[in-house]
Each structure stands twice: as C-alpha cells, then as structure tokens.
C-alpha cells in the first residue's frame, strides 16, 4: 500500500466502524411516539453508503471535470448534459430540463487570464476575473492607482483626466488584516448545538451562521448619501435589491460608463480573504449586454495590500493584465434539472417529495463546496433509493436549481410555475401546491449533518426527532425552531410549504471557501458527505412512507414585492 493510500483505508475503516455500531445499536434507538420509522431499510441505506459509495466519484466530475457552473454559461449546460445521463443509468424517470427566463440574463466564461507586476519586481497577482467582467484588449499595461472611496458624483470629479491607462485600486479595501485567530475549520461543538436547540423562534431567515464580512456603518458625504438614497429608492422600486459597498460601487452604471470613456485599464477589487467571484452583480447591471466594458478584477488582500503599500510609499508599480472572457448573449435563459422515482400507491402517487440543491456556481474556484456537495449529496440519495430497489409510496423528485447566487432564480420560478405565487390580491395556490409533501435541501458546504432547522414549525419536531433516532449515535440530534436562510428551500417557505435545511458542521465554509478560489474539492471530507447521503437518503423515504404528508408554514399573506 502507498503512503498517499493509507489515510484513504483507514478513514474508509472509521466511517464503516461508526455504520456498524449504528447497525448494531439502532435496534434500541427510542422514537417518537406514534412516528413510525422504518430502520431496517435505512439500515439497508446506510450499509449500502458505507460500502458502495459513488459520492466522491460525483462530486468529483461536478467539481474537476464539470465545473465552474455558473448560471447561464455554457458550463452549466454540459454540467447538465452529465447529470441528466447519470440520473437516467440510475433508473430515474421524465429525467428532463426546465428553462426560466426571469429575470433574462447572459451567458459568461473566462477563457484566459494573467495578472502580473512588472515593476519595481516581477511578481504574481493573485487574482480571478469579476463575473460577468469585459475583457482586455489582448495585455495592457499600466500604473497602479489608488483612488479615494466615495460616490459616482465625488469620484468623476476628482479623477476627470487622470485615469487613462491606469489599474484603479480603490482605497477602502486598504490595509484589512486577514489573520484569523480561530481555527480555519471547525465542528459545531455540544455547547452550540445545544444552543440552537434551545433557541427560540425567530422572524425571517438569514444565513446568520455563516456570518459575513461587513465591517462598521459606511459614512457618507451629503453629496453621496442623496445619491445612496436615490440609488436604494430605485432599487426598491424595480424588486430587487441594493447593497452598499464602500469603495467603488460596481453596480452604478454611469460611474462605470465615465471609467470607461477615461480609458481605465481595469478597477481591482480587493478581497477580505483570497479572492471572491460575486461582488456587484445583484442588480443585473453587469449581466447586460451594453454594460460598460471596464474590466474587474477580485484580488486576494495578500497581493492587494503589497500593492496598495508600494503605491503609498510612492513606488511607481506597473501591472500587465491579459483578461479573455466571451459572452453569449444568446444564453437569456436557464434551467433547472428534474428526476423522478415513480410512486406505487396508487393513494398516494400523485403527492411529492421533493429533495434539492442549487447547481450553479461561481467560477473563481469549482464549486465543490458551494455547491457540489450539495448536489453530489442529492444525487447520490436518489441513486442509493434506486440501487436498493426501493419502491416509495409517494412520487420523489430530485431537483438541481441553476440562479442561486442571483436570488434564488431558479427554485423561485420552479414554485410559481408549479406551486403558485402571492400579490396584493393573496397568494394563488396551484393544485400542485397540495400535494407537495416536503423539500430538503442541502447547501452549507461539504459539512456532517447535525439535525435540522424546523423553520418555525414546530409540529415538525416529533417526526424528525424520531427520524433522526438512527443517527443520534454518530453526531444528529439537534432540532431548533430557529430558520436559515439564503438558500432554496425558502422558496418553498414562501409557497406554503414545508421546505427544510439542514443543520451542518461549518468546518471551513464561511471563513474560507465561500464564494472563493479555494472552493474546491480538496475542502471536502468523505465520511461527512457519505453520511450525510445516507441521513438525505433515509429523511426521503420517510417522508415518502409516512401515511400523512408533513405539517406545513402558515400560507403565505399578499404582497407587492417582485
């Protein structure tokens, strides 16, 4: 055996050591009262998982072969293309594509990019291309340039005439420490378990696990607080949505359109921690065809603050950059992917259970995280259910959302269409909408599955603390009434309907791969994907058994949002 082989062996021995004594203990596993569960078949899902596992070999085609996936590029679509094949081998049935076009947007790729320093050294910039970003003219060259933060109005008035040829830097991202005194990864610990399972309920989601990287209030001029008040004020009226940054706000088209009429070689957007892919494109602006052509660049602080210093010291730092990327504007439109397991009682075929994750990506690293195990995870449960020959009472459906990182596109238009839609008026149900039985979704990183959040639904937490008996020895025990958000099982929240997440370790999800360059496969652990396949797999077929559909959110009241 190679020495690269033996951490391999002896993880795959830790992970069908824990699946025995579960074996083994399961039996006396206390459950709910009145909440049937059928151990034996999850027995059968979990020995299966332990010893058959195809999780990593998926997740490696979604994340090294097949990857990035972002939404409306080409690389979704033969992402998709592989997907739909696997799921047909399986067994799957009316394995097919649902396209939504709204909002409309337009295809993107990287095709080739370099970003060097020539000057006073030679040195590497670490650094992805902005998505959505305009090109160079083949390598430009040029100087580095800091450039006070502040609004369009402000910025076009001190800088008129003094930016052509240059790389703009603007100066808040500026001397921000990235030394994290916490550990990199982590498991949630019996203490934050315990917390969150005696949470109370709470309004609206939020990934607040997750935290973020905000930092103190933004201090605005007179000048630019009327024009933020503008700005948010449009927002608002178009139903979308509006973050302000400091430094150069890359949503503001006419700033953008005088940069590019200046002549700007390219603005260089420094990150908080290796480089980021999603910074300016909530609002649309950047996805249109006539966007202004100023190339945007994320560059991680390391590289960033060196520049930032040099420029500072009045050392004249010249960068080359070659940045290809091709649009395709005929991509307007995306999609998302469906599979089915037929149901087999004939009372209760027509009713559904539904298991997702989102599909698309950014493209600064693979998508392995963020969210190939996500997908990987529900692919492999559909596959373990078909493997075993599992007949479900109910209809299942597998469903891989494309938009995510833009809002939830894509679950949101599979919901209206299927399930119905609020307005002032009320919401209006579709029949569909009725026989919606549940949808659990996977999207918080690679991460071993510790429970659920009930979603303020706390009728649900019988049925899932008799669920999870079978797992409670290996680490999922923790219900809490708190919600989660930023992901798509809120769509269905939204639609009346009981969507769930659940509840992960972090390990290093928030602090490093998320929305980064270092989202890749190597962040993935192969017993917490294999157990959390096995735990999705097992939830599926419960809610597919069970003579009752699972309790639901109140319905949703009428609104005027978008």
Request: net charge negative; proline share 6%; charged share 20%.
């Amino acid at each position: 055996m190679s020495a690269t082989g033996a951490p391999i062996c002896n993880a795959r021995r830790r992970f069908l050591g824990a699946v025995a004594v579960t074996l083994a203990l399961v039996a006396s596993v206390p459950v709910a009262a009145q909440e049937e569960v059928d151990v034996a078949t999850i027995q059968r899902i979990q020995a299966e998982e332990a010893e058959h596992s195809q999780i990593m070999d998926i997740a490696s085609w979604l994340s090294d072969v097949y990857a990035p996936r972002l939404t409306w590029s080409p690389g979704e679509g033969r992402a998709a293309d592989w997907t739909m094949e696997q799921m047909k081998s399986w067994g799957l049935q009316n394995v097919h594509e649902e396209t939504w076009s709204d909002p409309p947007g337009i295809g993107w790729e990287n095709e080739r990019f370099s970003l060097m320093a020539t000057s006073p050294v030679p040195f590497i910039v670490q650094a992805v291309p902005r998505a959505w970003s305009a090109s160079t003219d083949g390598t430009v060259s040029g100087t580095a340039i800091r450039v006070e933060a502040g609004c369009g109005a402000e910025l076009m008035q001190q800088y008129a005439g003094k930016l052509k040829g240059a790389f703009v830097l603007p100066t808040s991202a500026v001397n921000r420490p990235v030394v994290d005194f916490e550990p990199t990864g982590r498991r949630d610990t019996d203490e934050q378990l315990a917390a969150m399972a005696a949470a109370t309920p709470q309004a609206g989601g939020g990934r607040a696990r997750f935290g973020g990287r905000g930092g103190a209030a933004i201090q605005r001029s007179p000048v630019c607080q009327a024009e933020f008040e503008r700005d948010s004020a449009a927002a608002a009226a178009a139903g979308r949505r509006f973050f302000a940054r400091p430094g150069i706000n890359t949503n503001d088209t006419t700033l953008l359109r005088w940069m590019e009429n200046q002549g700007v070689a390219a603005i260089l957007l420094g990150d908080t921690r290796h480089t980021e892919g999603d910074i300016g494109t909530d609002n649309g602006a950047p996805r249109m065809a006539d966007a202004p052509k100023v190339p945007f660049v994320h560059v991680a602080m390391e590289s960033y603050g060196r520049l930032a210093r040099m420029v500072e010291k009045g050392v004249p730092v010249q960068l080359e950059l070659n940045m290809q990327n091709r649009f395709f504007p005929q991509n307007t439109s995306s999609f998302n992917i469906i599979g089915e397991i037929p149901g087999t009682d004939p009372a209760l075929e027509d009713q559904v259970v539904m298991l997702g994750g989102h599909f698309d990506t950014w493209h600064g690293g693979t998508g392995a995280t963020d969210n190939g195990a996500g997908s990987a995870t529900m692919l492999e449960a559909v596959r373990l259910l078909m493997k075993l020959g599992l007949k479900p009472r109910r209809t299942v459906r597998i469903a891989l959302w494309t938009g995510e990182e833009q809002g939830l596109l894509g679950s949101r238009a599979y919901v209206r269409q299927h399930f119905g839609s609020a307005d002032a008026s009320g919401f209006h149900a579709t029949p569909e909408q009725a026989k919606l039985a549940a949808y659990f979704n996977v999207d918080n990183g690679g991460g071993k599955i510790r429970g659920v959040y009930l979603q303020g639904i706390e009728a649900e937490r019988p049925i899932f603390d008799a669920w999870m008996g079978p797992f409670r020895d290996q680490g999922m025990a923790t219900l809490t009434i708190r919600n989660t958000g930023g992901t798509d099982h809120l769509s269905f929240i939204a639609a009346g309907l009981p969507g769930f997440q659940f509840i992960q370790d972090p390990l290093d999800y928030s602090n490093l791969t998320h929305h980064t360059n270092q989202d890749v496969y190597e962040h993935l652990i192969p017993d917490d994907m294999k157990f959390n396949a096995a735990v999705v797999a097992s939830f599926v077929w419960q809610a597919a058994q069970r003579d009752e559909m699972l309790p639901r959110p109140p319905m949703p009241e009428a609104t005027n949002r978008r």
